[in-house]
């Protein structure tokens, strides 16, 4: 039965990839819904449309999948809503990865949500826009989102307070910036702004002490009045996989109780995550998913043995305790995915949980008083003041949490089977101290010995290697001399670009940052000789006489025919396209790389010293050229 699962669940995932149009990158009309509101990056507007048809050789035919569309500011793109009909004019291109070393890979996140090309338009590509007869449920949803938080802007809430209302009781993280994101990554509260089982089981408790009074043969009204609740905010939020995830399981929990039977609270979890993978297969490789039932499972499976460690008779104390464990085994859950994910660790996460989650379960409550409210404005705008005030402490302690010292130990980073091994670890170790007569320490113990042969290992081939890595950054050049586990940095940003950042995290690398002499420079590393070159021409070839040949120049600089002598191995830009000028004289053995296009170029080096060559110049040796 459980290879016939899984055998199913790839035939379902293979089939949903499939269902994916895989379209001509030449510009057609494509008759699309929105399936979301438009979001305003920077100087354009970022839409996802369903593709539903495209116009082709005069004829109309069926496409699926969606594509990200990416629209120059105009107020008539911003106005649209979920649902709406539009038929665009645009070229589709093929999204790609930079394919520098550890990085997030973008192209496999966004082909689990159904997007594979993306495309540039402007307001005149918009061809015809149509509002829906009738919209589906999903988009209903999202509309009556935004209309709620339309309810807090008219109450009174706004800016960054706004923001943070919308995060924490709705799950719309749109409206947050970059600083105010950061520090509650920093202090490890980050998800109280994922809607997920910590506001399932804040409502469901609510609700069922505000209808105390449907008690004894009324108790089963009280449950489905509970699970209608709870199923309202599911749909307000998006219908988020944590939020359903939760909902699920509370469902699967009263139901049972309501039919007499007493269900099982892991088995309750795993159905949800099995009722989830049936309708979309891809969600096991999203990360909310991954983080919310590792989190969950940890706290079902060890919160109780934890928590009876020891007795405590104090409410006050009690109930400080109860929170410290939940939260530990929580974190303990989540830890191995939380550090390969993100390359950090909270260090405060108890303190700023114990503070931060009591008022987050105000906040919520109170946040969904506001909207229920609303014709009451006696009532809704008292709450929404106290609303705002609730929201100015979370985030001030928050503020204030992140900007202690040591606040995260960062970067850090593990490979997957590391992580793999670190989390069998965390749970053979935690079920051996809740049952440690029949859980012998032992067997964590040769779990955590294969997390360390993993680490010494990938610790031993780092240092015997050596690699030269062109990376594909927003920077003219960022090109990376990897000698063992220190990495020379050579770069024409005045920071260390985050795609270098988290490589060197993930590998345990030293980074020393370098400055170039020159516009035209030869870095020697051992045996090595590689140009770094704003312009090239036959001269500076000649002198530089390279292995490697790196072009940082624009188009109209790198356009000038060179004679390759015979050490060349690569020339690689990181700007501009081979011009046909410039590859006259260059050999057919001499591959040709172009970072923009291709991605990242990483090669491996021989630093062995020459013989003329001192060990200091058989590492890293810098020489200006004029």
Not at 52 to 74: E, N, P, T, W, Y
Not at 235 to 257: C, D, E, H, N, W
Not at 511 to 528: D, F, M, T, Y
Request: hydrophobic content about 45%; aromatic content about 10%.
């Amino acid at each position: 039965m459980s290879i016939a699962l899984l055998v199913t669940g790839l035939v379902l995932y293979n089939h949903e990839k499939a269902g994916i149009s895989d379209l001509e990158q030449v510009t057609n009309e494509f008759l699309c819904i929105l399936s979301e509101f438009p979001e305003e990056k920077g100087k354009s507007t970022r839409m996802v449309l369903e593709l539903k048809g495209m116009a082709s050789s005069g004829s109309f035919r069926s496409v699926h999948g969606s594509i990200l569309v990416h629209a120059r500011k105009d107020p008539a793109v911003s106005q649209l809503l979920p649902g709406d009909i539009l038929l665009i004019r645009c070229r589709p291109e093929r999204i790609m990865n930079r394919g520098n070393p550890c990085e997030f890979d973008y192209k496999f996140y966004l082909e689990n949500h159904g997007i594979r090309f993306q495309a540039f338009i402007d307001k005149n590509d918009v061809l015809s826009h149509i509002p829906p007869q009738r919209r589906k449920l999903i988009y209903k949803a999202l509309i009556i989102r935004e209309k709620i938080i339309d309810i807090y802007r008219s109450r009174g809430i706004c800016c960054d307070r706004l923001a943070l209302v919308a995060a924490i009781t709705l799950g719309q993280k749109n409206l947050l910036d970059r600083e105010q994101k950061q520090y509650f990554i920093k202090a490890g509260v980050m998800h109280i702004m994922a809607v997920s089982g910590l506001h399932a089981v804040i409502l469901s408790l609510f609700v069922q002490h505000l209808l105390f009074f449907l008690r004894g043969r009324f108790t089963f009204l009280r449950r489905i009045l509970t699970m209608l609740f709870l199923w309202s905010f599911a749909f307000v939020t998006g219908l988020t996989p944590s939020v359903l995830r939760a909902t699920i399981m509370y469902t699967f929990l009263q139901t049972g109780k309501l039919l007499g039977r007493n269900a099982n609270n892991l088995n309750s979890v795993l159905a949800s995550a099995f009722f989830q993978l049936l309708w979309k297969p891809s969600v096991l490789f999203d990360a909310g998913f991954q983080l919310s039932y590792s989190a969950v499972i940890f706290i079902i499976c060890f919160y109780g043995s934890i928590y009876r460690l020891f007795s405590i008779k104090n409410w006050l104390t009690d109930k400080i305790w109860q929170s410290v464990v939940v939260t530990i085994v929580a974190q303990a859950g989540t830890l191995s995915l939380t550090i390969s994910l993100f390359n950090r660790f909270p260090t405060y996460f108890i303190i700023t949980n114990l503070l931060i989650v009591p008022l987050s379960n105000i906040l919520i409550i109170t946040g969904c008083l506001v909207p229920l409210t609303y014709p009451l404005e006696f009532l809704s705008r008292p709450l929404a003041g106290f609303l705002e005030i609730l929201t100015g402490i979370t985030e001030g302690l928050t503020r204030q949490a992140a900007s202690l010292p040591f606040s995260t130990i960062d970067p850090i980073g593990l490979g997957t089977f590391s992580a793999f091994a670190l989390s069998v670890f965390i749970f053979l170790l935690f079920q051996s101290l809740s049952d440690h007569k029949n859980k012998p320490l032992f067997t964590p113990l040769i779990a955590l010995l294969i997390f360390m042969i993993s680490l010494t290992y990938g610790d031993i081939t780092a240092r015997k290697t050596n690699e030269l890595i062109v990376y594909n950054t927003s920077c003219s050049y960022a090109v990376g001399i990897r000698t063992g586990k220190c990495m020379y940095i050579f770069s024409s940003c005045e920071v260390v670009p985050d795609e270098v950042s988290r490589h060197c995290a993930m590998k345990n690398l030293k980074i020393r940052k370098e400055i170039l002499p020159g516009e035209n420079s030869v870095i020697e590393a051992g045996r090595c000789r590689i140009l770094v070159s704003g312009y090239l021409n036959n001269r500076i070839l000649e002198k530089a006489d390279p292995d490697y040949v790196i072009i940082y120049a624009g188009p109209d600089r790198s356009n000038r025919p060179i004679n390759a002598n015979n050490r060349l191995n690569t020339i690689i830009f990181t700007r501009s396209l081979t011009s046909p000028q410039l590859q006259k004289g260059v050999h057919d053995r001499v591959r040709i790389h172009h970072v923009k296009r291709s991605g990242a170029f990483v090669t491996r080096l021989d630093l062995a010293r020459g013989k003329n060559q001192s060990p200091g110049q058989g590492r890293r040796n810098v020489i200006p050229l004029q």
